[in-house]
């Protein structure tokens, strides 16, 4: 008997197809793509909270300077008013007029003393009339900084329970874009799979 060699068909294509270590791979591919979609999105959420939290912040210490500086701006001008008073009161006394004209009229001392009140009255009168519109003015600036520190922090937490409410929504649509993501990835992978075997 005459023993045969083994011989190669030439015309038969080796193919490869793909394993399930490659199919991991991709699936792992699209899961890293969602994965870093979602962690890019949770990250912008954070630094915008940040720079609305940082907003009221600085708002908030504007307004307190601004208190501060009014109430300085106040103590100022009690501190001169006071100044000027002690000045004016001792210029008084050390000033020699009226006295030389009391020796020739004598004047009753009640009348005196009734025309030095009506003077103080007058004088403080003049002082609460010129202070009213500065008055008014601090008080109406406090009332809009108020107002606007209320206004600035119910819009940003309005701003947070929209987002919030919306949030649930999108995650939805982000696990539904991923599962219609690795079908299609896995479809793309069965086609090809059954266009090798038919070629």
Same mark, same amino acid.
């Given at each position: 008997?005459? &023993?045969?060699?083994? *011989?190669?068909?030439?015309?038969?294509?080796?193919?490869?197809?793909?394993?399930?270590? @490659?199919?991991?791979?991709?699936?792992?591919?699209?899961?890293?793509?969602?994965?870093?979609?979602?962690?890019?999105?949770?990250?912008?959420?954070?630094?915008? *909270?940040?720079?609305?939290?940082?907003?009221?912040?600085?708002?908030?210490?504007?307004?307190?300077?601004?208190?501060?500086?009014?109430?300085?701006? &106040?103590?100022?001008?009690?501190?001169?008013?006071?100044?000027?008073?002690?000045?004016?009161? @001792?210029?008084?006394?050390?000033?020699?007029?009226?006295?030389?004209?009391?020796?020739?009229? &004598?004047?009753?001392?009640?009348?005196?003393?009734?025309?030095?009140?009506?003077?103080?009255?007058?004088?403080?009168?003049? *002082?609460?009339?010129?202070?009213?519109?500065?008055?008014?003015?601090?008080?109406?600036?406090?009332?809009?900084?108020?107002?606007? @520190?209320?206004?600035? @922090?119910?819009?940003?937490?309005?701003?947070?329970?929209?987002?919030?409410?919306?949030?649930?929504?999108?995650?939805?649509? &982000?696990?539904?874009?991923?599962?219609?993501?690795?079908?299609?990835?896995?479809?793309?992978?069965?086609?090809?799979?059954?266009?090798?075997?038919?070629?």
């Amino acid at each position: 008997m005459a &023993v045969k060699k083994n *011989e190669t068909v030439p015309g038969v294509d080796v193919t490869m197809i793909p394993t399930a270590e @490659e199919s991991i791979a991709v699936g792992s591919f699209v899961n890293t793509l969602w994965d870093q979609f979602e962690l890019s999105r949770e990250r912008a959420e954070q630094l915008r *909270e940040n720079r609305e939290d940082a907003y009221i912040n600085a708002l908030r210490e504007v307004i307190k300077f601004n208190k501060q500086y009014r109430k300085s701006v &106040v103590k100022l001008y009690e501190q001169s008013k006071k100044t000027n008073k002690e000045m004016v009161n @001792e210029l008084m006394h050390q000033l020699p007029f009226g006295k030389d004209e009391m020796k020739d009229e &004598v004047e009753p001392e009640n009348e005196r003393e009734e025309l030095k009140k009506q003077v103080k009255e007058v004088t403080s009168q003049v *002082e609460k009339l010129a202070l009213t519109p500065i008055k008014s003015i601090f008080q109406i600036i406090e009332q809009v900084e108020d107002n606007f @520190e209320k206004n600035a @922090e119910s819009s940003v937490a309005f701003a947070r329970e929209r987002r919030n409410a919306w949030l649930q929504v999108r995650k939805g649509y &982000v696990k539904v874009a991923r599962d219609t993501h690795l079908n299609l990835v896995d479809r793309g992978k069965s086609s090809f799979k059954e266009l090798v075997k038919n070629q």
